[in-house]
């Protein structure tokens, strides 16, 4: 796994990608509540829940790939693995995967 690949030091980690490139990698839980209307012409609004893993690489967001209706970025997607140490772990490889890099 990636652990023994990455140093700790105050809740970055660093590590070096297997093309040289230096990596400043942090993992943050968040919990946050989302409104959206019910109807575009109405005030009945609905509570998004979302919950999950933002990991950053190089100050660049992840997870990227996900898109709302319109075809702009959804910031509301997060890696959902558990709130643990191992699930920041398997959030930060999939961070990682998506980005293309690899540790060494």
Do not use: F
């Amino acid at each position: 796994m990636i652990d023994n690949r990455l140093n700790y030091s105050n809740r970055t980690l660093r590590a070096i990608a297997n093309n040289g490139l230096p990596l400043k990698i942090k993992a943050q839980w968040t919990e946050n509540d989302y409104w959206e209307r019910r109807h575009p012409d109405s005030d009945e609004m609905d509570c998004v829940a979302v919950r999950g893993w933002i990991v950053r690489i190089n100050g660049k967001k992840y997870p990227r790939e996900h898109t709302d209706g319109d075809g702009n970025e959804d910031w509301t997607y997060r890696y959902t693995a558990p709130k643990t140490e191992e699930g920041m772990q398997t959030a930060i490889k999939h961070a990682l995967d998506s980005a293309r890099l690899t540790v060494w």
